[in-house]
């Protein structure tokens, strides 16, 4: 399988896991469940971000060589991510909180794997002189 065509089929799961959290997004705004339940309302904006991300991905996959920054942005943007939830669950685990690691290796995951498939820059030619 072609390196483009691995990059393209990645882009598209990715793009799709991300459109999908539009589901706990209108499920929390409409039931009011960030402020009733969860009592957090960073969840429904925090979920927010991924939406637009995945609509981007998708456009990507077209032809991902001249949408590389943006791959890029999701790839570390997942990867900061991951980081930052795998020091709060470390956090809230020595304060006798449970907390799944399971989130935290799935956008660490993801954000290698886009890294992993990002297309090569491509040179760009140099003006000759005259």
């Not at 637009?52 to 570390?76: H, K, Q």
Request: hydrophobic share 60%; aromatic share 12%.
């Amino acid at each position: 399988m072609k390196r483009e065509r691995l990059t393209q089929i990645v882009l598209v799961i990715v793009g799709l896991l991300n459109l999908a959290l539009f589901y706990f997004l209108f499920k929390d705004l409409w039931h009011s469940n960030w402020i009733l339940e969860n009592k957090n309302e960073i969840e429904p904006m925090f979920l927010s971000f991924f939406i637009p991300v995945g609509i981007f991905l998708l456009v990507a996959a077209r032809r991902p060589s001249e949408y590389r920054s943006m791959i890029a942005l999701a790839a570390w943007w997942n990867i900061c991510h991951g980081t930052v939830m795998a020091i709060q669950t470390v956090e809230a685990w020595n304060h006798s909180i449970h907390r799944n690691f399971a989130d935290v290796i799935i956008f660490l995951v993801i954000g290698v794997v886009l890294l992993a498939v990002l297309p090569a820059k491509r040179k760009v030619a140099e003006p000759v002189l005259a």
